[in-house]
Nanobody
Framework: QVQLVESGGGLVQAGGSLRLSCAASGSVFGINAMGWYCQAPGKQRELVARIISSGGTNYADSVKGRFTISLDNAKNTVYLQMNSLKPEDTAVYYC????????????WGQGTQVTVSS
């Protein structure tokens, strides 16, 4: 079994910054990819940013130039640096991981609330 533990959410004013972290633990043989998704009230969960183990990344158009995703393979931890936050970034942010256990399995974190006030 694999557990994803998220941290770093909170309340911030528009223009501010937050850094989210998500650590994978348990039966982790390796990380194939990790990412962050967000879900605002009444909306579907959508991709924010994703990174594969070799370092390739992709971002939602709405966060390009403001958010940076990074992966520490040694710690099985993914980070999301969020700068220039906007009220429309307010959502629950979920960590996602594609983990070799050794079979590839998909896991979700419990979610962390990010609230950006105007």
């Amino acid at each position: 079994q694999v557990q994803l533990v998220e941290s770093g959410g909170g309340l911030v004013q528009a223009g501010g910054s937050l850094r989210l972290s998500c650590a994978a633990s348990g039966s982790v043989f390796g990380i194939n990819a990790m990412g962050w998704y967000c879900q605002a009230p009444g909306k579907q969960r959508e991709l924010v940013a994703r990174i594969i183990s070799s370092g390739g990344t992709n971002y939602a158009d709405s966060v390009k130039g403001r958010f940076t995703i990074s992966l520490d393979n040694a710690k099985n931890t993914v980070y999301l640096q969020m700068n220039s936050l906007k009220p429309e970034d307010t959502a629950v942010y979920y960590c996602n991981a594609l983990v070799a256990t050794p079979l590839l399995r998909n896991y979700w974190g419990q979610g962390t609330q990010v609230t950006v006030s105007s």
